[in-house]
T-cell receptor, first 114, second 113 residues
Framework: DADVTQTPRNRITKTGKRIMLECSQTKGHDRMYWYRQDPGLGLRLIYYSFDVKDINKGEISDGYSVSRQAQAKFSLSLESAIPNQTALYFC?????????????FGPGTRLLVL | QQQVKQSPQSLIVQKGGISIINCAYENTAFDYFPWYQQFPGKGPALLIAIRPDVSEKKEGRFTISFNKSAKQFSLHIMDSQPGDSATYFCAASIGDSSYKLIFGSGTRLLVRP
């Protein structure tokens, strides 16, 4: 979905390096999320933010940190990358209409940690 | 702890056949059950969703069946087409202010021509 963009789309890094994955959205949504996807494990929530001042840990936040620079921007950082952080990372936004929530995912960032 | 169990892991169906993907959940507080569809190289996208106040919801060829007593729900794709080949994720959440989705492990569907 072009309304949610992620950069970079692919990244190769070495163990111990710090990297940042960036997410921008033009949907005007307050809620933003970071997930990682691993084969056979589905999508697991890393962090989520309901507005610029509200950031919460998800299921698997260890080793990750986030920054909500503005309503439209939500960045994920790996302070010291390790090989088991090799995964596909998705940013998402969400809104609620009629009591039903829809999440809108970006195209993903494929990260390889050597 | 996996709160939403999805099966099968992969599924091959002939064109025109019915694809069925099943999910079971543990937390009885879940009250919102969406299905997401993901094509290769893309992010997941909402396909169809249901609340437990109904037992079935149909949108075109896609139907969700919900069994509250068994804590199970399933996606049925009627007249499956090669363009339906994708990975499907079920999910569940508690419809309070958190709206945190718990995803199943995914099912890779291949529809043969």
């Amino acid at each position: 979905d072009a309304d949610v963009t992620q950069t970079p789309r692919n990244r190769i890094t070495k163990t111990g390096k710090r990297i940042m994955l960036e997410c921008s959205q033009t949907k005007g949504h307050d809620r933003m999320y970071w997930y990682r996807q691993d084969p056979g494990l589905g999508l697991r929530l890393i962090y989520y933010s309901f507005d610029v001042k509200d950031i919460n840990k998800g299921e698997i936040s260890d080793g990750y940190s986030v920054s909500r620079q503005a309503q439209a921007k939500f960045s994920l950082s790996l302070e010291s990358a390790i090989p088991n952080q090799t995964a596909l990372y998705f940013c998402a936004t969400s809104d609620v209409t009629g009591g039903l929530e829809t999440q809108y995912f970006g195209p993903g960032t494929r990260l390889l940690v050597l | 702890q996996q709160q939403v169990k999805q099966s099968p892991q992969s599924l091959i169906v002939q064109k025109g056949g019915i694809s069925i993907i099943n999910c079971a959940y543990e937390n009885t507080a879940f009250d919102y059950f969406p299905w997401y569809q993901q094509f290769p190289g893309k992010g997941p996208a909402l396909l169809i969703a249901i609340r437990p106040d109904v037992s079935e919801k149909k949108e075109g060829r896609f139907t969700i069946s919900f069994n509250k007593s068994a804590k199970q729900f399933s996606l049925h794709i009627m007249d499956s087409q090669p363009g339906d080949s994708a990975t499907y994720f079920c999910a569940a959440s508690i419809g309070d202010s958190s709206y945190k989705l718990i995803f199943g492990s995914g099912t890779r569907l291949l529809v043969r021509p």
